[in-house]
């Protein structure tokens, strides 16, 4: 490895110093976005070999291009170690990622025009699940489901909108809601209309893969999505499980029906990561990513912040800035950006406000807890943000939170970044 860096440093100078003042970027501050992790410095090393030279459209054992011996068994163990982790049937590994992943599913499972109930943006949704600006919302017939104002999702005005609007699809999953999910409520919402369960669990995949939040495909779901990168803290790229009679129709709609030939380096970085995700290590990680983000909520809380739903039983939390601090979304976030710490800007359920200024900020622990941050370490965070959004003015206190911030990260490294 680090003879390529040298390579690199010596040939490309200025993306080098791109990518190592990255690599000062994220061990200097506090990463809360939800949706990034760390990845395994395993994983790192298979991105970066010399699987990427090559092409393997196809599957196992039936490919369009010579020389698969080892690729096919690296596919081959990625399905295995896949279905293994989340009690499926069948595994496809080769989304590039999870905006191709959903869209997979869609084609394969329905014809253009068809009707799918997914969640409301505002209310947590994902811009896959039929956003407006998306091809996939003027593909498809999205109608959409929301919460009810304490959060929580009302299952028979879900059933009642499954009703009347006879979909083909009922989509559960979101990428910013706080709370868990009644799968078998939704499965039955699907029944009745004689429809397919889908869920999109993104943002959810270590966690449920460590079962520490609930398993869509144990309530018998016909096909779940997942990212790997997120909770699951492997490479960028998607993951579709489904049941046995399903397999050919989503390994089809995949290959030939949206991709080309699969990135066989993320392949095996995916394989590496469900690996580690079986290792008793994963489970005390997605545990404690549980515990640092309810810690966090309840010392954002305690500091005057306005939660969405008012707390979380995930990995995420929703802050209404503007209830809370007088600030919008956009000022919280460049707040605390000041301080050394990374969230992103949100709208919060039916937001009044534009998406580039919204109501709130989004935040989530499952990057910190990489680090090896715990309880006490979330406590202390959240007095800098208190102290950092009651006073975004205060240009001498964001100063000095942020030497806090930067002194404090000090103590926890970055898997793969070496210490400086
Ligand atoms: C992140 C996410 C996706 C899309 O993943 P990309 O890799 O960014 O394309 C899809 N669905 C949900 C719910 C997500 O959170």
């Given amino acids: 490895m680090d003879v390529y860096r040298d390579q690199l440093a010596a040939f490309d100078p200025d993306i080098f110093s791109f990518i190592a003042a990255e690599e000062r970027r994220q061990s200097a501050g506090i990463e809360l976005i939800p949706s990034e992790n760390y990845t395994y410095p395993e994983v790192l090393s298979a991105l970066g070999s010399v699987l990427t030279n090559k092409y393997s459209e196809g599957y196992p054992g039936r490919r369009y291009y010579g020389g698969q011996e080892n690729t096919d068994a690296i596919e081959n163990v990625a399905r295995e170690r896949a279905c293994a982790l989340f009690r499926a049937q069948h595994a496809n590994v080769q989304p590039l990622s999870g905006s191709p992943m959903n869209q997979a599913v869609y084609f394969g499972l329905l014809a253009p025009g068809d009707t799918i109930l997914a969640m409301d943006l505002s209310h947590g949704g994902h811009l896959t699940h039929g956003a407006p600006v998306s091809h996939m919302g003027k593909v498809f017939n999205f109608v959409r489901y929301k919460t009810e104002p304490d959060g929580s999702i009302d299952y028979d005005r879900v059933m009642e909108l499954a009703k009347a609007n006879r979909p083909k699809l009922v989509l ?90 699969p990135h066989m380096n993320q392949v095996a970085a995916a394989a590496i990561t469900f690996k580690k995700a079986m290792e008793a290590q994963f489970l005390s990680y997605a545990r404690q990513v549980l515990a640092n983000a309810r810690t966090l909520a309840g010392a954002l809380a305690a500091g005057g912040a306005q939660l969405v739903t008012g707390g979380t039983d995930n990995h995420l939390m929703v802050v209404n800035t503007v209830e809370s601090f007088g600030l919008d979304g956009r000022q919280a976030e460049e707040t605390l950006d000041r301080i050394g710490v990374t969230v992103n800007r949100q709208i919060v359920p039916d937001d009044q406000r534009p998406p580039l200024r919204p109501s709130g900020i989004r935040l989530g622990t499952p990057a910190s807890t990489t680090r090896g941050m715990v309880e006490g370490d979330m406590e202390l965070l959240a007095g800098w943000m208190i102290s950092a959004l009651q006073a975004p003015e205060d240009t001498a206190q964001l100063a000095d939170l942020h030497k806090q911030v930067s002194e404090f990260c000090r103590q926890f490294a970055v898997p793969g970044v070496e210490q400086s």
């Fill in 172 to 261: 559960a999953g979101h990428s910013s809601y706080p709370r868990e999910y009644d799968y078998a409520a939704f499965r039955r919402i699907a029944d009745a209309v004689g429809a397919r369960a889908m869920a999109d669990i993104s943002h959810l995949g270590g966690l449920v893969a460590a079962n520490v939040l609930a398993n869509p495909l144990d309530a018998g779901f016909d096909v779940v999505t997942t990212t790997t990168h997120k909770s699951l803290r492997g490479p960028r790229g998607g993951l579709i499980l489904c049941s046995a009679e399903l397999a050919k129709t989503i390994d089809s709609a995949v290959f030939p029906g949206l991709q080309g030939g």
